[in-house]
Every structure is written in structure tokens, then in C-alpha cells.
């Protein structure tokens, strides 16, 4: 199955991390930031400097350090209490984007839609 996700075109909307709470589990969204830290070797911290969120790592190569700025993949799951789990699918380096141009036209993009 995971040969599968390789093939498959994956459309996942683009979201700032303050914009999570409108979002459905079992949807698949971008989420872009930097990496905060690790908590343990499962998880991650990655912040957008809109919040934080704990992503689950476990399975997906992550050559990353804390600091980078990556995109990764994110399917929303349940978890047993009914909150939303974030399970990385896979993540794309953006150390030579500018994230604050990013962050401005998030916002208009957003703005426009809305």
C-alpha cells in the first residue's frame, strides 16, 4: 500500500496551523513551518508562528534538523478521545523559501476565498 501513495497524486490544500480547527479528519492538508523539535523519535513540533502541532512521523523518512522550514503532507485521523491526530505522509524541504512573502499571501489567497 505504501508503493501505492508513491504513485498516486496526492491534492492536499495548503493551511496555516490557526486554520486546523475548520478542517475534517480524514482530510489531507499542507502544512508548512518550521521544525521545532522532536519528541522522541515518533513525533515532531512544527510551528508556523500561527501555533504549533505535534506530527507523527512514524514511517516517513525525516532527514530534517530543528529549524528547517519543510512542507509536509498531513492526513488528519481520530484519535480515541475524538481529537485529531496528524500523521505525516511526506515532506518537501523549503529552506530557500521565503516564509514571511509565504505567510502574506496565504492571507490574501485566504481572504480572496473567504
Known amino acids: ?3 501505492e501513495r508513491d504513485t498516486q497524486k496526492i491534492s492536499a490544500k495548503q493551511v496555516m496551523i490557526k486554520d486546523l480547527e475548520k478542517m475534517e479528519i480524514g482530510s489531507e492538508i499542507q502544512i508548512m513551518g518550521f521544525v521545532k523539535g522532536n519528541i522522541g523519535e515518533e ?5 508556523d508562528r500561527t501555533g504549533e ?3 507523527n512521523i512514524k514511517g516517513v523518512k525525516f532527514p530534517f534538523k530543528t529549524g528547517d522550514l519543510v ?5 488528519i485521523n481520530p484519535t480515541m478521545d475524538g481529537e485529531k491526530k496528524f500523521e505525516a505522509i511526506f515532506f518537501q524541504d523549503m529552506t530557500n523559501l ?5 505567510q502574506k499571501l496565504y492571507e490574501m489567497k485566504k481572504e480572496l476565498i473567504e
Open 1 to 3: 500500500m505504501e508503493g
Open 43 to 47: 513525533t515532531i513540533i512544527l510551528d
Open 53 to 55: 502541532i505535534t506530527i
Open 71 to 75: 512542507n509536509v503532507f498531513v492526513k
Open 98 to 102: 521565503n516564509f514571511d512573502h509565504f
